[in-house]
């Protein structure tokens, strides 16, 4: 099961999320929600640092695959809208694949 963990600061304003597990849906490089969460794990932190140009914490994991991404509290303001989209879309597949991701808010 992959697990994301949506970073809030202790005022509810989402600065990250920290990515970890397989889905176990199918295996490594058939798996449709691990890569719907790659996908859209890696089109926030690109838009966040690339287009964006917000300085930010993201560390990859290339033999687990685990990700972080974390901005700093002066810029969570900047970047509240990519984060809140990358919310809706985790909690949608959980919905749609509960046996197989599981979303959590951890306060920072």
Known sequence: MTTVSLLTLAGGDLV???ISGHSGFAESGSDIVCASISSAAYL???TITDVIRVAAEVDVDESTGAM?????????????DILQGFKLHMLGLEEQF???????NTEV
């Open 44 to 46: 926030v932190a690109n």
């Open 98 to 104: 509960p046996k197989n991701i599981i979303v959590n």
């Open 16 to 18: 990250g999320f920290r």
């Open 68 to 80: 972080l991404l974390r901005v700093f509290q002066k810029d969570a303001a900047a970047c509240r």
